[in-house]
C-alpha cells in the first residue's frame, strides 16, 4: 500500500523558515517523480515544485521560485522541501504527491497523495 | 502559464442526476489532462487521467472527454458519495495549472 506522510509544517514569522519532510513507503520511491501542491484554506490546489525520479530536474511555480528548495533523497525515501522568506501568502496545506512517471512528462498525473502538513506564516 | 477554467463553479444536483463539469486550457494540451475529487479535509484523490482513463478503482458512472482545450467531466447517475469538490489539472507543461474547482452539493 502506498503511503506518503508530510511532517515538518507549523507557524512561523514572516521572513521566517521551514523544512517540510514527506516519507514514502509501498512503492519503488527512487523510479518516480515527486511534487509538492499546497491549499490554502478554502482555495483550491496550487501546484508548488516537482522534481524528477532521479534528483537531477526540478520544477517550480513562479510565486516560490528563489525561496523554495525542493529535494530528495532516495536512499532514505523521502521527499523536502526548503522554504524560505515564508510570507503570509504561503499559508497552506502542503501535499506532497507521487508522480505516476519518472520524469515531470507530458503524460503525468499525481497518482497518490499524502494527508497534508499544515504551514502558518503568521507574526 | 497554462490557465485553466472550470465551468460551474458550484452546482446543486439530486442523487440519480446526470452531472457534466467543463474544464477549458488557455491553450491547447492534447490529452493532458487529470480530474481530481476532494472531500473536505481530505487529501485529493485521482479519477481520470490523459483526459479519459479511469483511474484504478474509480467507479464506472465517472467519466471524461475531450482534447485540445475543452474537457468534460461526466457523473452518469450522481451518488451521496460524489458530492464533493472536482478540479480539473494539465500537466501538458509546467508549471502544472489546477482549474479553480467544482463544488457538487446536494440539492
Known amino acids: 500500500e502506498v503511503q506518503l506522510l508530510e511532517s515538518g509544517g507549523g507557524l512561523v514569522q514572516p521572513g521566517g523558515s521551514l523544512r517540510l519532510s514527506c516519507a514514502a513507503s509501498g512503492f519503488t520511491f527512487s523510479s518516480y517523480a515527486m511534487s509538492w501542491v499546497r491549499q490554502a484554506p478554502g482555495k483550491g490546489l496550487d501546484w508548488v515544485s516537482g522534481?524528477?525520479?532521479?534528483?537531477?530536474?526540478?520544477y517550480y511555480a513562479d510565486s516560490v521560485k528563489g525561496r523554495f528548495t525542493i529535494s530528495r533523497d532516495n536512499s532514505k525515501s523521502t521527499l523536502y522541501v526548503q522554504m524560505n522568506s515564508l510570507r503570509a501568502e504561503d499559508t497552506a496545506v502542503y501535499y506532497c504527491?507521487?508522480?505516476?512517471?519518472?520524469?515531470?512528462?507530458?503524460?503525468?498525473?499525481?497518482?497518490?497523495w499524502g494527508q497534508g502538513t499544515l504551514v502558518t506564516v503568521s507574526s | 502559464d497554462i490557465q485553466m477554467t472550470q465551468s460551474p463553479s458550484s452546482l446543486s444536483a439530486s442523487v440519480g442526476d446526470r452531472v457534466t463539469i467543463t474544464c477549458r486550457a488557455s491553450q491547447s494540451i492534447a490529452s493532458y489532462l487529470n480530474w481530481y475529487q476532494q472531500k473536505p479535509g481530505r487529501a485529493p484523490k485521482l479519477l481520470i487521467y490523459?483526459?479519459?482513463n479511469l483511474q484504478s478503482g474509480v467507479p464506472s458512472r465517472f467519466s471524461g472527454s475531450g482534447s485540445g482545450t475543452d474537457f468534460t467531466l461526466t457523473i452518469s447517475s450522481l451518488q451521496p458519495e460524489d458530492f464533493a469538490t472536482y478540479y480539473c489539472q494539465q500537466s501538458y507543461s509546467t508549471p502544472r495549472t489546477f482549474g479553480q474547482g467544482t463544488k457538487v452539493e446536494i440539492k
Open positions: 504527491a507521487k508522480g505516476s512517471t519518472a520524469g515531470i512528462y507530458v503524460d503525468e498525473n499525481f497518482d497518490y
Open positions: 490523459a483526459a479519459s
Open positions: 522534481i524528477s525520479d532521479s534528483g537531477g530536474g526540478t
